[in-house]
């Protein structure tokens, strides 16, 4: 782990800001913390309340424009557990795992879920090097085209 530094001081520098913490669609909450670690739920990728679009990838959704939304989903994740304990609070991060809404063979799931994992990299540097999952799925949430949740391990 690299020297203490704010991670919010550097969203900054990159031009981003964390949204409002999106609210549940279920029965769950959006961050949990067990000892050092905080889990967030699966995060879709809503925009001011509303999902930036629907549909599967490799069919109506192009796999970029799904990707960018992998951004997205990764910005809410940080805004939960920014919530929860605090962004500054995170020492690196341990694992993304993202759900690809995917039209019959699609196989571009990592490419798609590079969109979380780079915007990790940019904010995190070296404690953003993270275990990764990307999985190709039939439906999503809300007719979702991309999900993404993270664990990031505390100070």
Known sequence: MSEPQSWHARLAELGLRLPPV???VASYVPAVRTGNLVMTSGQLPFVD??????GKVGGSVEAEDAAHDAKVCALNALAAVDDLVGLDAVARVV???G????????TGQPRVINGAS???GKVFGKD??????AVGVAEL???APVEVELTVELR
């Open 22 to 24: 999106a609210a549940p």
């Open 99 to 106: 759900y690809v809404a995917s039209a019959e063979g699609f």
């Open 95 to 97: 694992r993304v795992v």
């Open 128 to 133: 953003g090097e993270h275990a990764r999952s």
């Open 118 to 120: 780079e915007l990790i």
């Open 141 to 143: 949430p809300l007719g």
């Open 49 to 54: 309340g509303g999902l930036r679009r629907t």
